[in-house]
């Protein structure tokens, strides 16, 4: 079955613990990107990737970092996490110019 | 401004109804087009792509005018199933997608 997977679809944590979101598709595509949604404010991309070993930054990148060693792979890195990156956030690959699959969501919040 | 621009509603509209939605995008590079669904808390799926000669599913049809950069949504004999918020969406540079806000729907019976 065709899917992206991320882990975990929910989380709690504390201001400055670092954690990482995992991202993973199995339809062997090229594009990958995170987004976060935040009421009212839609989805924001924060990084993607064309490739493996190449990401570019988003619209709001700011706090995140993102690496692409695998095809399959786009994990989601906060170092220091803050309130402010409480939100829910989505994965989603797709092959070029069609349909973008997204994953399940994570829901992170930040105490 | 944004790249992608979205009315937000909220659309209320009774079960049978004809409800309109509009895009506008500032990219004239953009390359492809899409309508995405999104129920409450859950991931948004494609409902349809949409062509420069138009293109319609259903009760669904999709436009888009490239020369005035803007997509638009019709929804025929709404359904109370319809209720979602339904995401303009606008790719460019092989594949970087960019979305609207979303524009909320709600059909009541």
């Known amino acids: 079955e065709a899917q992206v997977t991320q882990n975990p679809r929910y989380l709690i944590t504390v201001t400055g613990k670092k954690l990482t979101v995992t991202c993973s598709q199995n339809?062997?595509?090229?594009?990958m990107s995170w987004y976060r949604q935040d009421p009212g404010l839609g989805l924001r991309q924060i990084y993607y990737?064309?490739?493996?070993?190449?990401?570019d930054k988003g619209d709001v990148p700011e706090g995140y970092k993102v690496s692409r060693k695998e095809k399959r792979n786009f994990p989601l890195i906060l170092e220091s996490p803050s309130p402010n990156q409480t939100s829910l956030y989505f994965c989603?690959?797709?092959?070029?110019?069609?349909?973008?699959?997204f994953g399940q969501g994570t829901r992170l919040t930040v105490v | 401004r944004k790249e992608v621009e979205q009315d937000p509603g909220p659309f209320n509209v009774p079960e049978g109804a004809t409800v309109a939605f509009n895009c506008t995008y500032s990219?004239?590079?953009?390359?492809?087009f899409f309508w995405y669904r999104q129920d409450c808390r859950k991931e948004p799926k494609l409902l349809m792509s949409?062509?420069?000669s138009g293109n319609e599913d259903g009760r669904f049809t999709a436009q888009l005018n490239r020369a005035s950069q803007y997509i638009s949504l019709l929804i025929r004999d709404s359904k109370l199933s319809d209720s979602a918020t339904y995401l303009c969406?606008?790719?460019?540079?092989?594949?970087?997608?960019?979305f609207g806000a979303g524009t909320r729907l709600t059909v009541k019976p």
């Open positions: 990219n004239s590079a953009s390359q492809s």
């Open positions: 990737s064309m490739n493996v070993e190449v990401t």
């Open positions: 989603a690959s797709g092959a070029t110019n069609t349909e973008a699959f």
């Open positions: 339809m062997n595509h090229e594009y």
């Open positions: 969406v606008v790719t460019y540079n092989n594949n970087d997608m960019r």
């Open positions: 949409v062509y420069s």
